[in-house]
């Protein structure tokens, strides 16, 4: 794949991932979020718990771009802001 071909990818993915997110079912009962189609390219069903509010690991965009990418995928995906990057290094390393 050339670099242009996994940043299509990327944002394709990304589209389906900002759609999960906009279109869930929000149960208030149960505090839970629903998927309420199938996505799967984000390995996700319909009726998918994907958000809730105890005792549960969220799904992470850069998690799946690492399953379908054989190469690092830091190099496609801007760091996570809550792993950091330079100026978090600088902050705790260098001040």
Request: aromatic share 12%.
């Amino acid at each position: 794949m050339e670099i242009n071909d996994v940043k299509e990818f990327v944002d394709e993915l990304r589209t389906d991932w900002k759609d999960l997110w906009r279109n869930r079912l929000d149960d208030k009962v149960r505090a839970e979020g629903i998927a309420k189609q199938d996505y799967s390219k984000l390995f996700v069903e319909r009726g998918t718990v994907i958000m809730a509010t105890r005792d549960f690991k969220p799904l992470e965009f850069f998690d799946i771009v690492q399953e379908y990418l054989e190469f690092d995928a830091e190099k496609a995906v801007p760091p996570n802001s809550t792993i950091g990057g330079w100026g978090k290094f600088i902050r705790n390393n260098i001040t």
